[in-house]
């Protein structure tokens, strides 16, 4: 069973930086597909940024330019978050998917495997 861990979630001020990171364990599949969404109450989750298996990236457009997604060899995935804005407040969620990042973006059309959140507010 895949588990994925998210740590690094924080309060800071606009303008400031945070990097999350994302452990995972339990993958049984060749590749996966791993990346970051996020959601504030009342709305929908939507997605930050993925990347796959290959090292392909795609970001919203919403933090082109201000965050960096990364991931390792075994399947750990980072999320380098700079000059935050309060409306980057949320939820922020580490995803992965064996179906591939077509599969995931811009919205899972399949079963991926979630973590279980860290919470990132930004707010002066």
């Known amino acids: 069973e895949v588990e994925l861990v998210e740590s690094g979630g924080d309060s800071v001020q606009p303008g400031g930086s945070l990097k999350l990171s994302c452990k995972g364990s339990g993958f049984t599949y060749y590749s996966y597909c791993l990346g970051w969404f996020r959601q504030v109450d009342g709305k929908e989750r939507e997605g930050v940024a993925v990347i796959a298996s290959e090292g392909t990236i795609t970001y919203a457009d919403s933090v082109k330019g201000r965050f960096t997604i990364s991931r390792d060899a075994a399947n750990n995935v980072y999320l380098e978050m700079n000059s935050l804005k309060p409306e980057d407040t949320a939820m922020y969620y580490c995803?992965?998917?064996?179906?591939?990042?077509?599969?995931?973006?811009?919205?899972?059309?399949?079963?991926?495997?979630w973590g279980q959140g860290t919470q990132v507010t930004v707010s002066s």
């Open positions: 995803v992965a998917d064996h179906l591939g990042c077509f599969y995931l973006w811009p919205r899972p059309r399949g079963k991926p495997h």
